[in-house]
């Protein structure tokens, strides 16, 4: 395995890039402001654009330095023919010992049910797979939003099991619904 840090991929219709400051409006407008796109999250919802960094400590100095890790993985999520800056990926948790990386990821409501995030999902997995090795990634989501499982499932993941009660996420706590992909599944 050899760590590659957040590196810039492409899709057809997407660019997966490094955060810039300048970003800050869009993925907060687009995305981060908006209480649908949060309730599935754990992070504390931001009600104005100063909680992204005086709350939640991204878009700072040491956010954007942790870049320079070699195992920092948080891509925004840019569309090509517009350049909005949409979403986030993150590569959470990797774990060299169990060559192991969890997914996490967040878009905005008006770019939902158009095949954006799973396209996403697909590049970041060939990624992880075949470009840094990882031997597993995995992913989950709260039972009662099934729209990320989803994209999961289309993704080529396969559902490992769920476990119930395990999920804390800003709408409550729910059954916590896990999927997985190998290596040798490609």
């Known amino acids: 395995m050899i760590h590659r840090g957040t590196q810039r991929l492409e899709t057809q219709r997407l660019v997966l890039r490094r955060f810039l400051m300048e970003d800050l409006e869009q993925i907060y407008y687009n995305c981060w402001s908006d209480r649908e796109v949060w309730k599935w999250t754990n992070y504390a919802p931001m009600p104005h654009i100063g909680d992204v960094q005086n709350a939640a400590n991204m878009f700072t100095k040491s956010w954007f330095d942790a870049y320079e890790q070699p195992n920092r993985y948080s891509w925004a999520i840019q569309v090509k023919a517009t350049g909005e800056v949409i979403g ?3 590569g959470m ?3 060299d010992r169990i060559s192991q990386v969890e997914l996490a990821y967040e878009m905005g409501r008006n770019w939902w049910n158009q095949g ?4 996403a999902t697909k ?3 060939d990624f992880f797979l075949r470009d840094v090795g990882f031997n597993r990634v995995y992913a989950n989501h709260a039972s009662e939003n099934p729209a990320s499982g989803r994209v999961m499932k289309k993704s080529g993941m396969v559902y490992e099991g769920t476990l119930r009660q395990a999920c804390r996420c800003n709408n409550g706590i729910f059954d916590e619904v896990r999927y997985a992909i190998l290596a040798q599944d490609l």
């Open 93 to 95: 948790h990797p774990d």
């Open 123 to 125: 590049r970041i997995l």
């Open 116 to 119: 954006y995030m799973t396209e």
């Open 88 to 90: 986030r990926y993150f």
